[in-house]
């Protein structure tokens, strides 16, 4: 994709940005842009330096080169912020207060924000107004913190792991909310490791290693990239065997139920058909996304 195009109308854009710790390159000329109704998902390993990228366009943090812009604007400027919601991992939030005054605190930074109703409702928070921030569980601790960053209407949302601690049913929720937000035109830059999450939400998907962008495009676009297999079935021929085989990049068996990674599946199958006259429950899957991101980050490094 050509990336000034992909970052003229963004809300929050990287242009060439550049940061090193010391000797450590931390972001190589990093072009990244965030537009409204658009949720992107920046994806890598440890140390690939999605948190470095954040930590630009907060303006936590200044570039040695390159152009950081947060509406338009450094993203140093209060105007800038106004705009924007932020859930990190680490959260800073005076634990001794409930949780009706957190948000009622929050909300008195804006001039329109979100009704205390709506804020409950869209993070889930229904009953736990009047607990006391410190005495939450994990995953409800990161609800408030949803509820906080989405108070003031952001047009742009940060959300740093966000769904990380909370059971299925609150995930499946807090997604549906932020399925909800992006319709309405908010912009979304997420970063998680939760790879099921991404292909779960995003519109573009950004893949970094080592401070560069190896790979950027729709969770579709991304998969195309390998064209890796998975086969499952129950078969009698020997691991070792099938190791052998053409197109077979490794072959395992636990529970008697074997698995194949392949670089293409028809002629595997047609062997494995012919070849085992007993096999059963014969399965084959596409490369996910979470075999995607490991192949190219593998790849880069
Ligand atoms: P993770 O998935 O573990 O959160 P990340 O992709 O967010 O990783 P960054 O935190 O941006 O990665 O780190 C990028 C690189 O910069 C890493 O090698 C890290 O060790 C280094 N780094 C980050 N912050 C600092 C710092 N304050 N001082 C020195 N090195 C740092």
Redesign the pocket.
């Known amino acids: 994709m050509d990336v000034s195009a992909a970052n003229s109308g963004s809300l929050a854009s990287l242009r060439m940005a550049r940061k090193h ?2 000797q ?1 390159c ?1 972001l190589d000329g990093l072009d990244l842009g965030v537009a409204a109704g658009e949720l992107v998902a920046l994806l ?10 954040i930590g630009l366009l907060l303006g936590l943090i200044r570039a040695d080169s390159g152009a950081v812009t947060l509406f338009g604007q450094s993203p140093h400027r209060l105007a800038a912020r106004r705009h924007i919601g932020v859930m990190l991992q680490s959260a800073g939030v005076p634990d001794t207060l409930q949780v009706g005054e957190l948000l009622a605190l929050t909300r008195s930074y804006y001039a329109n924000p979100r009704s205390m109703a709506d804020c409950v409702a869209l993070a889930g928070l229904d009953g736990l107004t009047k607990r006391r921030y410190v005495a939450l569980s994990g995953g409800q601790q990161r609800r408030v913190q949803f509820a906080l960053a989405i108070c003031g209407r952001p047009r742009l949302l940060f959300l740093d792991e966000p769904t990380t601690g909370l059971d299925v049913e609150a995930r499946q929720r807090l997604w549906q909310t932020i399925r909800e937000l992006v319709a309405e035109g908010c912009g979304v830059l997420l ?1 998680t ?1 939760y790879l099921e999450e991404a292909e779960a939400l995003a519109d573009r998907v950004i893949v ?1 290693a080592q ?1 560069r962008i190896v790979a950027q495009g729709s969770v579709q676009a991304i998969r195309a990239h390998v064209s890796q297999r998975r086969i499952r079935c129950l078969t009698s021929i020997a691991v070792e065997t099938m190791s052998a085989w053409p197109h077979v990049r490794s072959a395992s068996r636990s529970d008697a139920r074997t698995e194949l990674v392949v670089d293409a599946a028809e002629p595997v199958v047609r062997r494995l058909l012919a070849e085992d006259p007993g096999l059963q429950d014969l399965e084959v899957h596409r490369a996910g996304l979470s075999d995607a991101v490991i192949a190219l980050t593998r790849k880069a490094a």
């Not at 890598?44 to 990228?53: F, I, L, R, V």
């Open positions: 710790y010391g450590l931390a890598g390993p440890n140390g690939a330096g999605k948190t470095t990228a970063t490791h970094l401070g």
